[in-house]
């Protein structure tokens, strides 16, 4: 069972509006929860980074926020454009381990249509 | 941009092959480590290098091994490729600490025929 579950798997939404993305992670105990953007193809861009004592943090037209007790994150995407279409991944580093061993969930493919 | 380049972008290599990919690490980070991102699937840990040594390995075989230099750039090699090994290969910098930024390079695209 993957230790960090995204939903939706896909989800099409017209531009501007928004649109909210939900993580549920097994991984414990954890130093940060992090929000990534992917193109296809290309590698992985940070949005966001939160600790564990953290409850949200916004970038911009993206906040996310994240409930240590439920082990549950979420990424809002506001007025949405064209250039999000993207995939989102939703990544969290254990506590144990040191250093930056990050475990990814599987996305959530957004496609932003006019 | 990341300051994190790979090379090269794209590389087919047939089973059974070895391969060498290249992680040039962002100014000022020791960390460097290695993810393997198959088709619709999220990255998966490899290993990762903090000055010179491996600091942590995920699920995969000893036939993928790697290298850190003392200007913290990285390779990773893989021997007997496989065709399960096509896949697109991150590598991400860092400093050691938790909680702070990993930068992603583009990745290499290798595909086993």
């Known amino acids: 069972k993957n230790q960090v579950e995204q939903s939706p798997q896909s989800l099409i939404i017209l531009e501007g509006k928004n649109c909210t993305l939900q993580?549920?992670?097994?991984?414990?105990?954890?130093?940060?929860l992090r929000w990534y953007k992917q193109d296809t193809g290309r590698g992985p861009v940070s949005l966001t980074i939160?600790?564990?004592?953290?409850n949200t943090k916004s970038n911009g037209r993206y906040t996310a926020t994240l409930d240590a007790d439920t082990k549950q994150s979420s990424l809002h995407i506001t007025a949405s454009q064209l250039s999000d279409s993207a995939s989102y991944i939703c990544v969290v580093s254990p506590r144990t381990g040191g250093g930056n061993k990050l475990t990814f969930g599987t996305g959530t493919q957004l496609k932003v249509e006019l | 941009e990341t300051g994190v380049t790979q090379s090269p972008t794209h590389l087919i290599k047939t089973r059974g092959q070895q391969v060498t990919l290249r992680c040039s690490s962002q100014?000022?980070?020791?960390?460097v480590s290695w993810y393997q991102q198959a088709l619709g699937q999220g990255p998966q840990f490899i290993f990762q290098?903090?000055?010179?040594?491996?600091?942590g390995r995920g699920n995969f075989p000893p036939r993928f091994s790697g290298l850190q230099f003392p200007n913290y750039s990285s390779e990773l090699n893989v021997n007997a490729l496989e065709l399960d090994d096509s896949a697109l290969y991150l590598c991400?910098?860092?400093?050691?600490?938790?909680?702070?930024?990993?930068?992603f390079g583009q990745g290499t695209r290798l595909t086993v025929v």
């Open positions: 993580c549920n992670y097994t991984v414990s105990p954890f130093s940060n």
């Open positions: 991400a910098s860092s400093l050691v600490a938790a909680n702070t930024e990993a930068f």
């Open positions: 939160m600790t564990f004592s953290e």
């Open positions: 290098y903090y000055r010179e040594e491996e600091n």
């Open positions: 100014s000022g980070h020791n960390t």
